[in-house]
């Protein structure tokens, strides 16, 4: 992606300063992917040490301490899902971006201009 002061990356006019390509999109793509991997290897390493505390917790502490473990069991999930999704999404705009501009291409060859009167 470029923005007003950067001129890095091809295609014609931007819109507002900033131009993004399909290989741009694709590239947003796999970042997000590899990102929700580590994130989840940083979940799991995390959830594993806490884990090793659960009996540090008696009563209603462990019972507590059980419960937190659960949400935090799902907000993980929740966290991966949003990451992915992001991703998938991505994705999907850099098929839709892609056969887009094959489609305007297509229609722009099929336009006859008219000689031009000197």
């Not at 300063?17 to 947003?28: E, R």
């Not at 884990?51 to 462990?62: E, V």
């Not at 019972?63 to 937190?68: K, N, Q, S, T």
């Amino acid at each position: 992606m470029t923005t007003p002061g950067n001129t890095t990356g091809s295609g014609g006019p931007s819109m507002g300063g900033y131009k993004v390509t399909p290989d741009d999109v694709s590239a947003a793509s796999v970042y997000v992917t590899n990102q929700a991997g580590e994130i989840d290897t940083k979940i799991a390493t995390l959830r594993t040490y806490v884990a090793g505390l659960s009996g540090c917790w008696q009563g209603s502490a462990h019972g507590a301490f059980e419960v937190l473990m659960a949400d935090y069991d799902i907000y993980a999930r929740m966290m991966h899902d949003a990451l992915t999704d992001i991703a998938s999404g991505l994705r999907g705009n850099y098929v839709n971006y892609v056969e887009s501009e094959q489609a305007n291409l297509a229609n722009l060859r099929k336009v006859t201009l008219p000689a031009a009167k000197f």
